[in-house]
């Protein structure tokens, strides 16, 4: 009787934040619900602890990286900028993790999976920008939450997304145009070099992408499944097709990943 495979293992990010006067790691639960029954992976949340993670034997123990929406920003900063609005809510703690996080797992091929804020990361990380402020921006929609909905009504469809003809996320998916909820403030404003856009909304901002380096050098590992999206796939995942879809094929992919770490063609190719 053979043994079944051991799931992939995936790293979730966390936020850190005060809760009840102590400074906690948390992810909200509806990040990590639809990655065991739809994608087939075991999640695992990773703590945001900046440059004291050890990113490399964090790396060498995972399949694939999901990195999650959240209320806060990522601190102006990085991308150049000086903050727009005091008001904005930050998390230097998960800046500090997730930025070279990134970076060191795009090197490796490791899947990864951007939601919101995630989305907003993975751009940053590789070297694009963001507009602090999409709704104070000349010739963008507001794309914030109506604060005075519940959460159902929140995260109901906010807008169409039209996907790239003949783009990777159009074949995941295998439509052109869905609606999608829409809950940010932030966008993308210049995307990174070797990040190619994959849907918009009706105004033009980028809603997805992938990797896609320009000039792949041949002795690195063949670059990585990566896919982003800047609304929130996550929301009732399992009654979307577009979700299921987008969860289906990160699944695949931590799988093609484990098993080529698992029979040693990773080493061979690095």
């Known amino acids: 009787m053979s043994t079944p495979a051991a799931l992939p293992r995936v790293a979730v990010t966390t936020d850190l934040k005060p809760i009840s006067g102590h400074a906690t790691y948390a992810v909200t639960q509806k990040y990590v619900d639809p990655l065991l029954p739809l994608s087939g992976v075991m999640p695992w949340l990773l703590p945001s602890m900046g440059a004291s993670l050890p990113l490399e034997a964090v790396l060498a123990d995972v399949d694939g990286l999901v990195f999650t929406g959240s209320p806060s920003n990522i ?3 990085h991308y150049g900028q000086t903050l727009s609005n005091a008001d904005s809510p930050a998390d230097p703690a998960r800046d500090a993790t997730t930025l070279p996080l990134i970076r060191a797992a795009v090197a490796r091929g490791i899947p ?8 907003q990361e993975i751009n940053v990380a590789l070297g694009g920008t963001l507009l602090q402020e999409v709704h104070n ?4 929609d507001d794309h914030r939450e109506d604060d005075a909905l519940d959460v159902a009504g929140q995260y109901g469809p906010a807008h169409r997304v039209h996907a790239v003809p003949g783009g990777a996320l159009a074949a995941i998916v295998g439509v052109d145009a869905w609606e999608v909820n829409s809950l940010h403030g932030q966008g993308i404003h210049t995307l990174a070099p070797d990040l190619l856009a994959q849907a918009h909304a009706p105004d033009g901002l980028i809603e997805a992408y992938i990797y896609q380096p320009a000039h792949h050098a041949t002795h690195s590992p063949e670059p990585g499944f990566l896919l982003a999206v ?7 995942a399992a009654q979307n097709p577009v979700s299921r879809a987008i969860y289906a094929a990160f699944g695949n992919a931590c799988r093609q990943y484990a098993a080529r770490k698992r029979d040693g063609s990773l080493a061979r190719a690095a």
């Open 112 to 119: 990864v999976l951007g939601i919101c804020r995630g989305f």
């Open 75 to 77: 601190e102006p900063h």
């Open 230 to 236: 800047q609304w929130h796939p996550e929301w009732q």
């Open 137 to 140: 921006t000349p010739g963008f």
